[in-house]
């Protein structure tokens, strides 16, 4: 019998599923087992094994097989593929959720709190935003010599809003008109005109309901309502008011509501306190002193962990976290902590599902039209109406199929978001007084007596409390 069979006999060789790793195992055991080196190796060619052998383990095996008999042995290791980076739009200039935002200090000092709001003040025709292409992989090398065939890195998307443009490449955005960038729900990235308002929201300017951005530099007065398609920025404080943006709002004192009006961003919500205030904001509340006696509602997270950082009354709901130094106080005042909450996402799943149902059957009736006037072209049919109507269809097409792909990945984004409810938390920095309550997803926890640096979130039925890290 050649050493060849004889190995056979004894041997067997099993690969990972992508053939990376290719693993040695004692079929049939005797003591009196040998090979050499060199018959090993024959072995391991004559199935397919031609890269990446371990020489030291075959050695260490045709000197001591005795080791090896009662398990499986990587006897070869190939190379894994490297994954391709994704792409990703780059901003020429910071957006206003990514600044830090400080008054002006003048040389002598003293400072100017009317010069707080620096704008992105952009000119028609500036660049906005490029679009960096993802990245190619490296594939990886099979033990049996063949690639692995890497993972490709995704393409990145420009969010179109209002007032931008995109060159003919699709690869950068540009300002359309002079403006103030803003983002938007959903990341639209826009280019309103700007509002300025140099003093109070009053009977002598009136209820504002602008296309663009607002900016006020003095205070909003109970019973005005301030409405912006983009940010609104107040210099000073917000009585019992209505303001609603479809961007952020950033309110520099801060707000005493009176338990009247409402503050209501389609992004971010920013201020340095809320007392008796409602506030609603599709992604973060944040806030740096304290939040008293409010109804706060985000998507995501309500963050007040400043030097005061404190959270006393009322109703606090985010979507994924809500961080403080403090909650509640010695008096144990009633404030109801609750995270886990998102009706709206679910809410704009549906939405999203029936827009993409219209998408589809828009897209089919597109797609006939078209394929009539490309017969009729064919056969030199088309009139001029009929050409204006194809490049008219043919571009209603691209936009249909852009705006399919977004709300396509606007739905799986909400998916991952909503699967993620597991990572509903409250972090307490300092001390959470007794008199508060936790609600994570249907779960009650009522807090009797206070406790300093915790976290709470939900575990196997029940809301743990554990150390705060």
Do not use: W
Request: charged residues 25%; proline residues 3%; glycine residues 10%.
């Amino acid at each position: 019998m050649s050493a060849q069979l004889a190995l056979d006999t004894y041997l067997s060789v099993t690969f990972s599923d992508d053939k990376s790793v290719a693993y040695l195992q004692f079929s049939k055991r005797e003591d009196g087992f040998k090979c050499t080196e060199d018959e090993l190796m024959l072995f391991l060619r004559s199935h397919q094994i031609q890269y990446g052998i371990e020489r030291d383990i075959v050695s260490r095996i045709a000197s001591h097989p005795e080791e090896y008999m009662f398990g499986r042995t990587p006897i070869a290791m190939g190379e894994q593929p490297v994954s391709g980076k994704d792409g990703y739009i780059e901003y020429a200039l910071k957006l206003l959720e990514e600044r830090e935002q400080k008054p002006l200090e003048t040389s002598d000092g003293k400072v100017d709190y009317k010069e707080l709001l620096s704008l992105n003040n952009v000119i028609k025709g500036q660049l906005i935003a490029k679009k960096i292409p993802p990245q190619p992989g490296k594939p990886g090398t099979a033990v049996t010599g063949g690639l692995i065939p890497f993972k490709p890195g995704k393409e990145a998307y420009f969010k179109v809003g209002k007032n931008v443009v995109l060159d003919p490449e699709q690869i950068a955005m540009y300002a359309a008109i002079d403006g103030l960038i803003a983002t938007t729900d959903k990341g639209k990235i826009n280019v309103f005109p700007v509002y300025e308002v140099n003093g109070d929201v009053d009977y002598s300017v009136g209820n504002i309901d602008f296309v663009g951005t607002v900016v006020i530099r003095g205070n909003v007065l109970t019973g005005f309502r301030v409405k912006a398609a983009g940010d609104i920025r107040v210099v000073g404080g917000v009585e019992g008011a209505e303001l609603d943006a479809g961007g952020s709002i950033e309110i520099t004192s801060g707000i005493i509501g009176y338990n009247k009006g409402c503050v209501k961003a389609g992004i971010n919500v920013k201020s340095s306190f809320i007392q008796d205030g409602n506030v609603i904001a599709r992604q973060d509340v944040i806030v740096s002193q304290s939040i008293m006696h409010s109804n706060i509602r985000a998507g995501k997270n309500v963050i007040c962990n400043g030097t005061k950082g404190l959270i006393v009354g009322g109703s606090i709901q985010a979507g994924e976290k809500v961080t403080a130094r403090t909650v509640g106080n010695s008096m144990s005042t009633m404030t109801s902590i609750e995270v886990g909450v998102q009706p709206e996402l679910r809410n704009e799943l549906t939405e999203l599902r029936v827009r993409i149902k219209q998408l589809v059957e828009a897209l089919d009736k597109t797609d006939k039209a078209l394929h009539l006037l490309n017969q009729l072209a064919s056969s030199g049919q088309l009139s001029p109406d009929k050409v204006a109507l194809r490049v008219k269809l043919n571009v209603t097409k691209k936009s249909t199929e852009r705006e399919q792909t977004e709300a396509k990945e606007r739905i799986l984004e909400i998916e991952k978001t909503l699967e993620e409810t597991v990572i509903a938390r409250v972090d307490i920095i300092k001390m959470i007084y007794g008199g508060s309550k936790i609600v994570i997803g249907r779960y009650t926890r009522f807090i009797k007596d206070p406790a300093e640096r915790v976290s709470f979130y939900f575990h196997e039925g029940d809301i743990s409390m554990v150390p705060y890290i």
